[in-house]
């Protein structure tokens, strides 16, 4: 025998028009035994300004949903907002496979409400079709950054379907990479293997920065040594995108990269600077313990970098590195000294300034030196002017500006007279800042000289010590320490 319904339908909705919760229950209950006629009248309900009626209209509608998934789909382009977003969001409860293109629209929908419910059902229904992923991922092109925004938000949790599509869009354009990148570094984990494999396979250099970036953003302990040897690579983009993902990765890839040092399969470039100066706390021990390294062209490399970091950790290991045999070495010591202004750089590089044999060791510490020293040593270093070769000359000339006395005056007059323009050009810019009225009858003879460069530097440096003295800021070798 067939069983009828008690009640009518018309009769039904009146009673879910009642505020009493226990009869609308019942109503709904009822409703659904009228089955595919129940879809209208539910729809209708869902723009009812009573939310626990629009949510029992849902469930309703989710109960006939073998009737109701084409209605919901159609409901997708009504005009009230609210039906829209709630038929969204039971096609998503409901996992109608045959809701996503129409969903996929709704992605651009002028209501936020709709685009946020349109992007949580898709994640929801699934993407078995791979058609509708592509689709998603064309949406990153949109003009409208909500809709750029919400598709990211879809394909970051479809997860690993989206993957390839993705990843193919990397490969073919570059509009968009950071975005693609961003999403993929996100699912991509589980796809590493892949992504390691390209790294041999792909000759294209866009691409394969591309992947490198990628692997960089994944920080997988797992990619550290894949990527390491892109540090030699011969392009230099391919390079500090090795050093960036490196970088990216964290402290952990410092160990793993100075084993690759130390065993000559890949060697130091200054390009890595970044990375050590970012994980200073691990890279500084490595630098210093390179500094003994057998092969000289490590040890130099260490110095230079220790000087670039400057870490008070290297300063002793960098003053023992002055007594090497290594006069290169020994140059870079004194340079990596140089960045310290600390006291204790002055002795050990005084006496080598006073003890080395090559002009450019003396040179470069004198250089190292002359932020840290005081007067006293400025002038007993300025005293061997006459002795020393061109090089060295001209470093004086320069510590002579810093230090004004009488002493470095007659000196910056002395260097005046040598034949050599570029002691001429700094004797000028010492005198300049000296600023007695010797030093501007020295300027003012420069200016007569054959060099126009020369001429025109003493003349530039003529008016700037008269512009001084007009107000009243010029000043003597009684005063120098009031004036910078």
């Known amino acids: 025998m067939t069983k009828y319904p008690s009640h009518t339908i018309e009769q039904i909705m009146q009673h879910i ?108 229904i699934g993407y078995d079709d791979s058609h509708t992923v592509q689709e998603i991922v064309n949406c990153l092109y949109d003009d409208s950054i909500l809709v750029k925004d919400t598709a990211k938000w879809i394909l970051e949790h479809i997860g690993e379907p989206a993957f390839e599509p993705l990843l193919q869009q990397l490969m073919q354009s570059s509009r968009l990479s950071h975005d693609i990148i961003s999403i993929l570094a996100k699912i991509a984990s589980p796809k590493i293997d892949v992504l390691i494999n390209l790294l041999t396979t792909t000759r294209d250099i866009q691409q394969l920065s591309y992947i490198i970036q990628l692997l960089g953003k994944l920080r997988e302990p797992d990619t550290i040594q894949h990527i390491i040897p892109f540090v030699n690579h011969s392009n230099r983009q391919v390079i500090i995108t090795a050093i960036d993902a490196l970088i990216n990765i964290g402290e952990i890839t410092i160990e793993p990269l100075f084993e690759r040092i130390n065993d000559e399969s890949i060697f130091p470039i200054n390009e890595m600077m970044p990375l050590f100066i970012r994980y200073k706390k691990f890279s500084v021990p490595k630098l210093i313990e390179m500094l003994q390294a057998s092969h000289s062209s490590l040890r130099i490399f260490a110095a230079r970098s220790l ?92 510590l002579a500006s810093y230090f004004p006395s009488e002493e470095s005056e007659n000196l910056l007059q002395q260097a005046l007279s040598i034949d050599d323009d570029d002691c001429k050009m700094l004797a000028i810019q010492g005198l300049k800042h000296i600023g007695t009225e010797k030093s501007i009858d020295c300027v003012r003879a420069a200016i007569i000289n054959e060099n126009p460069f020369i001429s025109d530097e003493a003349r530039t440096a003529l008016k700037e010590i008269i512009e001084r003295k007009q107000r009243g800021n010029i000043k003597t070798l009684d005063n120098s320490d009031d004036f910078v």
């Open 17 to 124: 028009q009642q505020a009493d919760d226990t009869i609308r229950n019942k109503a709904f209950d009822q409703i659904l035994e009228y089955g595919k006629d129940a879809v209208v009248p539910l729809i209708t309900l869902l723009s009812h300004p009573d939310e626990q009626v629009r949510d029992s209209a849902i469930w309703a509608l989710c109960e006939l949903k073998e009737y109701s998934g084409q209605a919901l789909i159609q409901e997708l382009e009504n005009n009230n907002p609210l039906i829209r977003e709630s038929a969204a969001f039971c096609l998503g409860i409901c996992k109608n496979p045959h809701a996503t293109r129409a969903l996929l629209f709704r992605l651009k929908d002028e209501n936020e409400k709709v685009r946020e419910t349109a992007a949580w059902s898709l994640v929801k």
């Open 307 to 398: 000087g670039v970091i400057e870490d008070k950790r290297a300063i002793e290991h960098l003053i023992q590195g002055l007594s090497d045999s290594n006069p290169q070495f020994v140059e870079a010591c004194a340079r990596a000294l140089g960045a310290f202004s600390n006291r204790l750089v002055v002795t050990p590089l005084t006496d080598l300034i006073m003890n080395a044999n090559y002009p450019i060791i003396k040179s470069n510490a004198l250089y190292a030196i002359s932020k840290s020293i005081d007067s006293n040593t400025a002038l007993n270093l300025l005293a061997s002017f006459s002795d020393v070769p061109l090089i060295v000359k001209k470093r004086l000339i320069q």
